[in-house]
C-alpha cells in the first residue's frame, strides 16, 4: 500500500516525466540546434545567421532543417542570377559570350534549387520514394546547383573588375547553395 507522501512522489515523477515530453524544445534549444548543424557547414556564420531566425518553425527537426536551408538558398540564387544579368547589359560586348552561359549556368541552377526542395517537401509528404533515394535526389540537384553556378564564371577572361564581380556574387550564391547541401548531409546522417 502506498503511503500518501509515495503516492505524491509519484504524482510529481508523472508530472515531471509529461512536462519534458509535452512542453516543445524552446527557442534557446532550437537555436542551440541550428548553431550545432551550422558547424557542419563551410561557412558557420552565414549559416547561422540566415537560418536562425526560423528557429520557431524548425525547432529540432533535422528535416525542416534541410527544407529551410534549400528555401533561404533559393532567393538568393535567383536575386544573383537577375544581378549578373543586369550587368551583362552594362557590360563590354566583349563580354556576351561569358555572361551568354554564365546566365544559362545560373538559370539551370536555380531549376535546381527548385528541383531540390520539391524533393524535400516530397520526402516530408512521404512521397517521392524511399529516404535513401530521395536524399540522393536532393544532393544530386543541389550539387548539380554548385557545379552550374561556379562554371558561370569559366568564361570571363582575361580577370579584371568585370569578372571580379561576377565571381563575388556567384561565390555568394555558391556558399548558400553549399550551406543547403551541408544541412541536408546533416539531415541524413540524424535521420
Not at 31 to 56: G, M, Q, V, W
Amino acid at each position: 500500500m502506498k503511503t500518501p507522501i509515495s503516492q505524491l512522489l509519484s504524482l510529481l515523477l508523472l508530472l515531471l516525466a509529461a512536462t519534458f515530453f509535452l512542453i516543445p524544445p524552446t527557442l534557446a534549444a532550437a537555436t542551440d540546434f541550428i548553431r550545432s548543424a551550422c558547424n557542419t557547414t563551410d561557412n558557420p556564420d552565414l549559416c547561422y545567421s540566415s537560418i536562425s531566425p526560423y528557429a520557431k518553425v524548425i525547432k529540432q527537426s533535422p528535416a525542416v532543417l534541410a527544407r529551410i536551408g534549400i528555401t533561404v538558398a533559393q532567393p538568393v540564387i535567383r536575386r544573383v542570377a537577375s544581378d549578373v544579368s543586369a550587368l551583362s547589359g552594362k557590360a563590354n560586348s566583349s563580354y556576351a559570350g561569358a555572361f551568354s552561359v554564365c546566365e544559362e549556368t545560373l538559370g539551370t541552377a536555380v531549376d535546381n534549387v527548385g528541383d531540390a526542395l520539391s524533393w524535400m517537401r516530397q520526402l516530408e509528404e512521404g512521397k517521392g520514394g524511399s529516404f535513401e533515394y530521395v536524399i540522393k535526389a536532393v544532393n544530386t540537384q543541389l550539387s548539380g546547383a554548385m557545379t552550374n553556378e561556379m562554371t558561370c564564371t569559366d568564361e570571363f577572361e582575361p580577370d579584371g573588375p568585370v569578372k571580379k564581380e561576377v565571381v563575388d556574387r556567384v561565390t555568394y550564391a555558391f556558399e548558400f547553395t553549399g550551406i543547403a547541401l551541408s544541412l541536408v548531409t546533416y539531415y541524413a546522417n540524424h535521420h
